[in-house]
């Protein structure tokens, strides 16, 4: 996968790379879209005693990764029910809306606002229903995890979704604020080089830019977000990955060091420092010294089944205009990290 060599091997085209459009626009509306749910989540999560924040992460996961036949097939928000989990697997009416009939087939539908209707699209009904369905498969073992793997059968899902549990509940809904990943009060340069070929390691392209600057300038993170990837990778010598909750991947590699402190799945928020430039790879660990230090910087779309790098030159554009606020100190979780 191209975030884990910031530059993909021959046979990929600039046509897979999205032409370099960006698909954050799109992204940002459906986060939009979403924080106007979280009076429901709260509402029925506490109602069924689930945390919040995990309803929320599912459907925001769900939501993220829909196909375009899983968007025509149910054009709203969230996560889809299967007709047989809705009416009842039992019922002879797989799009039955009728409450009575499918409480009595045992489907997990729901009328929540009261109109005699369980209707899969109402944004009440249907995540009253995610909440009595998590609540149903966690009231005997207590386990958040088997739940959201029946849901999904997937471990990416799985640690996606907890990734955005735990950042809905230390930063809410709404942490979609972004900054430029260099220190700006340090000198550096932006050279736009997305999609141009390189050769170490065999044919490839530069799926990112890079940011030169002096060694030890500070790398921040750009995003509110989680720690996916940290350690060793022959192309970008020492790197970082930060996923946010829109499932984009920030990938920041060559750097000299690393933020003390720092670990894979801490969360960060958009100004702490992550790293340092360097000029780390092409090789072995502890390979250096091969090209000048710079960082590059690139950012990944993930749908579920598919991942591409987008050119962040416009999102750079906008970010260097924004005022800077530098933090150091790692971020401190509100929900208890389990073993």
């Avoid at 809705?86 to 409450?99: R, Y």
């Avoid at 073992?141 to 997937?154: G, H, K, S």
Wanted: net charge negative; with cysteine.
């Amino acid at each position: 996968m191209g975030r884990w060599d910031h530059a993909r091997i021959a046979g990929v085209s600039l046509g897979a790379l999205a032409l370099c459009l960006t698909p954050v626009n799109h992204v940002h509306a459906s986060v939009s879209a979403q924080v106007a749910l979280t009076p429901l989540y709260k509402e029925y999560a506490d109602t069924n005693e689930v945390p919040w924040a995990l309803l929320a992460a599912i459907d925001r996961y769900a939501e993220l990764t829909k196909s375009k036949t899983d968007h025509e097939a149910a054009p709203y928000y969230g996560y889809n029910f299967q007709p047989g989990t809705w009416s009842g697997v039992a019922n002879p009416n797989l799009d039955d809306v009728n409450p009575a009939s499918i409480h009595m087939f045992a489907g997990f539908g729901e009328d929540a606002d009261g109109d005699l209707l369980a209707l899969p699209w109402d944004e009440a009904d249907r995540i009253a229903a995610l909440a009595k369905w998590l609540s149903c498969e966690t009231e005997l073992d207590d386990d958040d995890e088997v739940a959201v793997w029946n849901l999904f059968r997937d471990p990416v899902a799985m640690e996606r979704i907890f990734a955005f549990e735990k950042i809905f509940e230390t930063f809410g809904m709404n942490a979609t604020s972004h900054c430029f990943p260099i220190a700006k009060q340090y000198n550096f340069t932006v050279k736009h080089t997305f999609g141009a070929g390189r050769s170490w390691g065999g044919r490839r392209v530069h799926e990112g830019v890079d940011i030169f600057a002096s060694y030890g300038t500070p790398v921040l993170a750009c995003s509110y977000g989680f720690v996916e990837m940290e350690g060793w990778n022959r192309f970008g010598g020492w790197r970082i990955g930060i996923r946010d909750t829109s499932n984009l991947y920030y990938y920041y590699a060559h750097l000299s060091s690393f933020s003390k402190g720092l670990h894979q799945g801490d969360l960060v928020v958009p100004g702490q420092v992550i790293g340092y430039v360097g000029s780390t790879g092409y090789g072995p660990p502890g390979t250096a010294g091969k090209f000048p230090p710079h960082l590059h910087f690139g950012i990944y779309k993930d749908t579920g089944l598919h991942e591409w790098a987008f050119s962040p030159s416009g999102l750079l554009n906008q970010w260097v205009r924004q005022k800077q606020k530098i933090i150091q100190t790692p971020v401190k979780s509100t929900k208890e990290d389990e073993d």
